[in-house]
């Protein structure tokens, strides 16, 4: 089980950092990777983040802003975001892929899914 927290409501320009703990099952040696999905429009990929870690990615929209880690000692990744714009305003999800898949930008490939944090950007 995954488990995203971290959502709020922010000003333009501000930051948060989301967080994903795995329950239940370690996701050592699973990509990790965070979608959002806005209003009125389909779930869209943010970033990932293979294991070790060496390996980011991000989507263009999001790229030089945000910043994917992962603890894994602590089982949980983290999505730093930074500069946040209105169009960033979204439910934000974590998912993770079976064991040594690499990440991917299709929200098919993943395997498990956490419930969703809301994250909304005043103007």
């Known amino acids: 089980q995954l488990q995203a927290s971290g959502g709020g409501l922010v000003q333009a320009g501000g930051s948060l950092r989301l967080s994903c703990a795995a329950s239940?099952?370690?996701?050592?040696?699973?990509?990790m990777a965070w979608f959002r999905q806005a209003p009125g429009k389909e779930r869209e990929f943010a970033a990932y983040?293979?294991?070790?870690?060496?390996?980011?990615y991000y989507a263009d929209s999001v790229k030089g802003r945000f910043t994917l880690s992962r603890d894994d000692a602590k089982n949980t990744v983290y999505l730093q975001m930074n500069s946040l714009k209105p169009e960033d305003t979204a439910v934000y999800y974590c998912?993770?892929?079976?064991?040594?898949?690499?990440?991917?930008?299709?929200?098919?490939?993943?395997?498990?899914w956490g419930q969703g944090t809301q994250v909304t950007v005043s103007s």
């Open positions: 239940g099952r370690t996701f050592v040696g699973s990509a």
């Open positions: 998912a993770a892929r079976s064991r040594f898949s690499s990440g991917s930008v299709d929200l098919n490939a993943y395997d498990y």
């Open positions: 983040i293979n294991w070790p870690g060496v390996r980011r």
